[in-house]
C-alpha cells in the first residue's frame, strides 16, 4: 500500500509463469541451432530474465548491461546512459536484448545500437510488458509478454524507488 493508494493486481504470479514459459518455447524455436546471447538489461529486467532463460530449452549464453534513464521519476528522461556495458564478445552471434518493459523505447533503442556496432549476426528485443502508447521511437519488440495500457505498473522487477521489484507479480495503484 502507497499512502492512500491501493494496489490493483494486473497480472498474478501464476499468469506471468504461464506466459514466461510460452515466450521461452518461442524463443528456443527461434533460435533453434544459433549462437544466442541473451542480454539482460540491469536491473528491472533481472527477475524477468532469470526465469525466461530456465524456460529456454537451448544452450543460451547470458551477460548483463547496466543503463539509466529513470532514476526515481515515473516517466525515462530520454537521456539514457550505459553504466555497464557486456564483457560477452557478440560477434557473429545471435543477441536478445530482455527488459522488463518498453514503453517510450529510449533505452532500447539505445542498446540496440550500442550491441549493433559489435557485429552480432542479429539483434533481437524481449520484453516482459509493451506499453505502446507510450513509444517515442520507431521501435518495436520481437518478442512481448504482455501489451499494457499507459498504467505505471511495478512488481516482478519493476520498482518504484528502490522498491517492490521482489513482488511476484505486477500490480498497479489505484
Same mark, same amino acid.
Given at each position: 500500500?502507497? #499512502?492512500n493508494?491501493?494496489?490493483?493486481?494486473?497480472?498474478?504470479r501464476?499468469?506471468?509463469?504461464?506466459?514466461?514459459?510460452?515466450? #521461452?518455447?518461442i524463443?528456443?524455436?527461434e533460435?533453434?541451432?544459433?549462437?544466442?546471447?541473451?542480454v539482460?538489461?540491469?536491473? #528491472?529486467s533481472?527477475?524477468?530474465?532469470?526465469d525466461?532463460?530456465?524456460?529456454?530449452s537451448?544452450? /543460451?549464453?547470458?551477460?548483463?548491461?547496466t543503463?539509466?534513464?529513470? #532514476?526515481?521519476n515515473? /516517466?525515462? &528522461? =530520454?537521456n539514457?546512459?550505459i553504466v555497464?556495458?557486456?564483457?560477452?564478445?557478440?560477434e =557473429?552471434?545471435d543477441?536478445?536484448?530482455?527488459?522488463?518493459?518498453?514503453d517510450? =523505447?529510449?533505452? $532500447?533503442?539505445? /542498446?540496440?545500437e550500442? $550491441?549493433?556496432?559489435?557485429n552480432?549476426?542479429?539483434?533481437?528485443?524481449c520484453?516482459?510488458?509493451?506499453?505502446? &502508447?507510450r513509444?517515442?521511437?520507431?521501435?518495436?519488440?520481437?518478442?512481448? =509478454?504482455?501489451s499494457?495500457?499507459?498504467?505505471?505498473?511495478v512488481?516482478?522487477g519493476?520498482?518504484?524507488?528502490?522498491?517492490?521489484?521482489?513482488?511476484p507479480?505486477?500490480?498497479?495503484f489505484?
Amino acid at each position: 500500500m502507497e #499512502g492512500n493508494k491501493r494496489e490493483r493486481t494486473l497480472y498474478s504470479r501464476e499468469s506471468i509463469a504461464t506466459r514466461v514459459k510460452e515466450l #521461452g518455447e518461442i524463443i528456443s524455436k527461434e533460435y533453434n541451432n544459433k549462437n544466442l546471447i541473451v542480454v539482460s538489461l540491469l536491473r #528491472g529486467s533481472f527477475i524477468f530474465a532469470s526465469d525466461l532463460v530456465r524456460e529456454i530449452s537451448i544452450p /543460451v549464453e547470458v551477460d548483463f548491461m547496466t543503463t539509466a534513464s529513470y #532514476g526515481h521519476n515515473e /516517466v525515462s &528522461s =530520454g537521456n539514457v546512459e550505459i553504466v555497464h556495458d557486456i564483457r560477452a564478445d557478440v560477434e =557473429g552471434k545471435d543477441v536478445l536484448i530482455v527488459d522488463d518493459i518498453i514503453d517510450s =523505447g529510449y533505452t $532500447l533503442k539505445k /542498446v540496440k545500437e550500442t $550491441l549493433g556496432l559489435k557485429n552480432p549476426n542479429s539483434v533481437k528485443i524481449c520484453v516482459m510488458l509493451d506499453k505502446p &502508447s507510450r513509444r517515442k521511437v520507431d521501435l518495436e519488440p520481437d518478442f512481448v =509478454g504482455f501489451s499494457i495500457p499507459d498504467v505505471f505498473i511495478v512488481g516482478y522487477g519493476l520498482n518504484y524507488g528502490d522498491h517492490y521489484r521482489n513482488i511476484p507479480y505486477i500490480f498497479t495503484f489505484d
